[in-house]
Structure formats: C-alpha cells, structure tokens
C-alpha cells in the first residue's frame, strides 16, 4: 500500500527558502505522478504542481510558477518542494500526493506539514 510521508514544514519570515520532503513507500514509483497541494485556514485545497516520477517533467500552478521548484530523488525515493521567496499568503498545510499515470486523480495523499510565513 502506498504511504506518504511529509517532512520539512515550520515558521520562517517572508522572502525566505525552504524545502519540504515527501518520502513515499509501497511500491516502485516510475508509473506514477507526485504532486503538492497545499490548504490554507478557511480556503479549499489547491494544487501547487507535479512531477511525473519517470522522466522528471514538472508543471505548477500560476500562482507559485517562478518560486517554487519540485524535484525527485529517484535512488532515495523522495520527492522536493523548493519554495523561494515566500509569501504570507503561502502559510498552509501543504500535502504529498501520488496517482499511477493510468489515473487521473490524485489517490494517496500524506498527513500534510504546516508552513507558515510571517510578514
């Protein structure tokens, strides 16, 4: 069964950097697509961007395209979020998720890790 894990969230100040890590198990992953959303108090869950785990292409939402970078590390198993330049308007929980490709929804999903930016 597949499981995802989130590491990395906390409190940091407007315009500075951090990394979150989603590390998933279960299974092999080359078939699969990985993705961040994040939610915000009060707001609905949006999607931050994905990475298909095969060849590394990568697509992010208008809102975060230019700051925030998603990679893979396809021999320790773990996905990154890179955010630069955050915003307040970026403090959420932020989730792991995965689909195979056959799919097209996200169908595992992580416990979420909180960031906040203070102004």
């Known amino acids: 069964q597949v499981q995802l894990a989130e590491y990395g969230g906390g409190l940091v100040q407007a315009g500075d950097s951090l990394r979150l890590t989603c590390v998933p198990s279960?299974?092999?992953?080359?078939?699969?697509?990985m993705g961040w959303f994040r939610q915000a108090p009060g707001k609905e869950r949006e999607y931050v961007g994905r990475?298909?785990?095969?060849?590394?292409?990568?697509f992010y939402s208008d809102s975060v395209k230019g700051r925030f970078t998603i990679s893979r590390d396809t021999v320790n198993n773990m996905m990154f979020l890179q955010m630069n330049n955050l915003k307040p308007e970026d403090t959420a929980i932020y989730y792991c998720?995965?689909?195979?490709?056959?799919?097209?929804?996200?169908?595992?999903w992580g416990q979420g890790t909180q960031v906040t930016v203070s102004s």
């Open positions: 990475i298909y785990w095969s060849d590394g292409a990568t």
């Open positions: 279960g299974r092999t992953f080359n078939s699969y697509v």
């Open positions: 998720a995965a689909h195979a490709t056959t799919q097209m929804q996200f169908t595992y």
